[in-house]
């Protein structure tokens, strides 16, 4: 089976400009998580997707927003580029079901200037 | 809510040697699932192992086990026989049984493996 793919792998913005990541999660895997993740912050919970519906968010501004498919392909959006949105984020897909193991893709780099 | 802590920084072995990396958390929730996460150079995360809360015996993946000591609320990653190719970060994670998709990440532990 493929693995988690995400698009573009690198990315440079300037701030204010608006930015659109892609994931396409495992066949078969109907939930997709994305995670920001900064030397200083570590790894954080940005939201999680199934079925279409946001079922989980953490605790990001509304300037962080994201969709999904019904192919569960998912995309996250960030309006308004703050120098400090520069990460690496990070896509990963599971199985439904409470535990369930997450699998990476090889996540994003933004770079705002 | 969710908080995971790993207290090493950073941690060395020599190649073929044992180590053990230790993670505590805290849950107010009765069902949960932990997680131990392998992050290379190259960024590419990686699953080493998974626990269920409600299940006593310790996981085993390979030269990867834990101990899990729930009363404690300690989830240690022992690593046997050490390779150059676990050199990496490692991350401590949790899962609450209602929380769909939110992994909860400790800050993560600098592996270095010397020949």
């Known amino acids: 089976k493929a693995g988690v793919t995400q698009t573009p792998r690198y990315l440079i913005k300037t701030r204010g400009q608006q930015v659109t990541l892609s994931c396409s999660p495992i066949?078969?895997?109907?939930?997709v998580s994305w995670y920001q993740q900064t030397p200083g912050q570590g790894l954080q919970f940005l939201f999680e997707?199934?079925?279409?519906?946001?079922?989980n968010k953490g605790n990001f501004p509304g300037r962080f927003s994201g969709r999904q498919f019904s192919n569960s392909r998912s995309e996250m959006n960030v309006s308004t580029l703050e120098l400090g949105d520069s990460a690496l984020y990070l896509c990963?897909?599971?199985?439904?079901?409470?535990?369930?193991?997450?699998?990476f893709g090889p996540g994003t780099r933004l770079t705002v200037t | 809510a969710q908080t995971v802590t790993q207290s090493q920084p950073e941690m060395s072995v020599q190649e073929a040697e044992t180590v053990t990396l230790s993670c505590t958390y805290d849950t107010s929730e009765n069902n949960y699932y932990l997680f131990w996460y392998k992050q290379p150079p190259s960024r590419q995360m990686i699953l080493v192992i998974r626990?269920?809360?409600?299940?006593?015996q310790n996981a085993t993946e390979n030269r990867f086990s834990v101990n899990f000591q729930k009363a404690a609320k300690s989830f240690s990653l022992k690593i046997s026989d050490s390779q150059l190719g676990d050199t990496a970060m490692y991350f401590c994670a949790s899962a609450g049984g209602t929380s769909y998709g939110k992994l909860t990440f400790g800050q993560g532990t600098i592996l270095t493996v010397h020949p």
């Open positions: 066949s078969g895997h109907r939930s």
């Open positions: 990963a897909s599971s199985l439904d079901g409470p535990g369930g193991e997450q699998y």
């Open positions: 626990q269920e809360a409600y299940k006593q």
């Open positions: 997707y199934f079925s279409e519906t946001q079922r």
